[in-house]
C-alpha cells in the first residue's frame, strides 16, 4: 500500500520530520517527509497495511510540542523506495 498525507497544524518547528523518520523506521515503511512551503508537512509513505495504518494513527497524533489539525490522505502507487529520508521540496 503507498499514501501521500498533508500533515496541518502546528507542525512545522516541532520536529515532525524528526518524529516521522523514527516512526517509519520503527514501523518498515519507507518513503519521505518534507516541510511545505504553506506550513503544512508532506508524508509520502508505503509499505504493508498494518504498519502503514499503525504509521498514519502516529502521524495524526505527531510529537509532543505539535497540534495536528488536519490529516489529508490521498492513495499513491508504490514507488519502490528503499529508506525513509527527510527532503526538502
Known amino acids: 500500500m503507498a499514501r501521500e498525507w498533508v500533515v496541518t ?18 514501523y518498515g515503511v519507507l518513503g519521505w517527509v518534507a516541510n511545505r512551503r504553506d506550513g503544512s508537512v508532506v ?11 499503525a504509521f498514519e494513527a502516529r502521524l495524526r497524533r505527531g510529537p509532543t510540542m505539535a497540534r495536528v ?20 521540496v
Not at 9 to 26: D, I, P
Open 43 to 53: 508524508v509520502t509513505a508505503e509499505g504493508e497495511t498494518g504498519p502503514m495504518r
Open 69 to 88: 489539525d488536519q490529516l489529508e490522505e490521498i492513495e499513491r502507487e508504490p514507488a519502490g523506495y528503499t529508506d525513509f529520508q527527510i527532503r526538502v
Open 9 to 26: 497544524g502546528r507542525v512545522q518547528g516541532v520536529g515532525f520530520r524528526a518524529f516521522t523518520v523514527q516512526c517509519a523506521r520503527t
